[in-house]
Each structure stands twice: as structure tokens, then as C-alpha cells.
């Protein structure tokens, strides 16, 4: 089994806010989103308007990284995550779960017409200079050609 090291989740509940970058067509883009973490999926989940650049992009090319990070001028505090993953609209008991753990994190977007986007991880690397200078930790989701060796 293949598992996520602790500080990288807790990395991730301790914050919001992530930059997210897409790709289509040779043109990039990037956006920030407020988000809350599905622990148990590894995913994350927030909104997003269908009349987007970003979403217009996902939905021809739904591969995309981005990063999470802490913003501090002192170098031995600096963190920061980089992550790749698969970003897709939740269906189903998908839905269910991430509507509801969205709501409780951000009671407001009851109120805002827009529609949820789940980020399933592939790929993670943490550097934290707290555990000595430039400090690495690094995940890959294990694929079924992995799981076959």
C-alpha cells in the first residue's frame, strides 16, 4: 500500500487556499481556489463557474498541478507543496460527500450558483525547511502497472 506521509495531509488541512494550473492546447493558466480536503479520497474539492478558462481547459485536458504553500520571508520556516492529479466534476456519493464537506467549511457557497470539482492526486512533493534545508518528502499514487510488479 501505498501511503501518504502525515506531513503531507496535515500540510494540506492546514490550509485553503491552492494555486491551481491547467493546460490546453500549449496555453497555460493558473487560479486560486478556496478548498477543503476529502482525507479518506485523497482529493480535494472546490468551486468553480463553468465560463472559467480553467474549466474550459480542464474539460479538453483534465490533467493539472499546482501548489499549496506557506508564505513566510524566514528561510528556515519555508513549506510548500507541489502536486499533480486528475480534476473532474464528483458524481453520485462523490457529490454527496464533497457538497457536504465543502458546506461546512465554507457555509457561504450555499448561496453561490456554482458547481464542485474534485482534484484526485497523483503526485505530491512537500518541501519543509523545518526538517533541515530543502527538505523533500515525496508521494506517487501507485497505478495498477505498479501494483502488477
Same mark, same amino acid.
Given at each position: 500500500?501505498?501511503?501518504?506521509?502525515?506531513?503531507? #495531509?496535515?500540510?494540506?488541512? %492546514? /490550509?485553503?487556499?491552492?494555486?491551481?494550473? #491547467?493546460?490546453?492546447?500549449? *496555453? &497555460?493558466?493558473?487560479?486560486?481556489?478556496?478548498?477543503?480536503?476529502?482525507?479518506?479520497?485523497?482529493?480535494v474539492?472546490?468551486?468553480?463557474?463553468?465560463?472559467?478558462? /480553467?474549466?474550459?481547459q480542464?474539460?479538453k485536458?483534465?490533467?493539472?498541478?499546482?501548489?499549496?504553500?506557506?508564505?513566510?520571508?524566514?528561510?528556515?520556516?519555508?513549506?510548500?507543496?507541489?502536486?499533480?492529479?486528475?480534476m473532474? %466534476? &464528483?458524481?453520485?456519493?462523490?457529490?454527496?460527500?464533497?457538497?457536504?464537506?465543502?458546506?461546512i467549511?465554507? &457555509?457561504?457557497?450555499?448561496?453561490?450558483?456554482? *458547481?464542485?470539482?474534485?482534484i484526485?492526486? #497523483?503526485?505530491?512533493?512537500?518541501?519543509?525547511?523545518?526538517?533541515?534545508?530543502?527538505?523533500?518528502?515525496?508521494? %506517487?499514487?501507485?497505478?495498477? *502497472?505498479?501494483?502488477?510488479?
Amino acid at each position: 500500500m501505498n501511503i501518504i506521509d502525515k506531513k503531507i #495531509t496535515d500540510f494540506i488541512k %492546514e /490550509h485553503h487556499v491552492l494555486t491551481l494550473a #491547467t493546460s490546453d492546447n500549449n *496555453q &497555460p493558466y493558473c487560479c486560486n481556489v478556496f478548498y477543503t480536503y476529502l482525507e479518506d479520497d485523497n482529493m480535494v474539492v472546490f468551486t468553480s463557474d463553468d465560463n472559467t478558462k /480553467h474549466i474550459s481547459q480542464v474539460k479538453k485536458n483534465n490533467h493539472v498541478a499546482g501548489s499549496i504553500v506557506l508564505e513566510t520571508s524566514i528561510v528556515g520556516k519555508i513549506q510548500g507543496l507541489q502536486f499533480n492529479g486528475l480534476m473532474y %466534476e &464528483p458524481k453520485d456519493n462523490l457529490l454527496s460527500k464533497a457538497k457536504q464537506k465543502y458546506l461546512i467549511k465554507f &457555509p457561504f457557497a450555499i448561496l453561490m450558483n456554482t *458547481q464542485l470539482w474534485v482534484i484526485d492526486f #497523483t503526485f505530491f512533493k512537500l518541501t519543509d525547511n523545518r526538517l533541515g534545508f530543502g527538505k523533500k518528502i515525496i508521494w %506517487e499514487k501507485e497505478t495498477s *502497472q505498479n501494483n502488477l510488479q
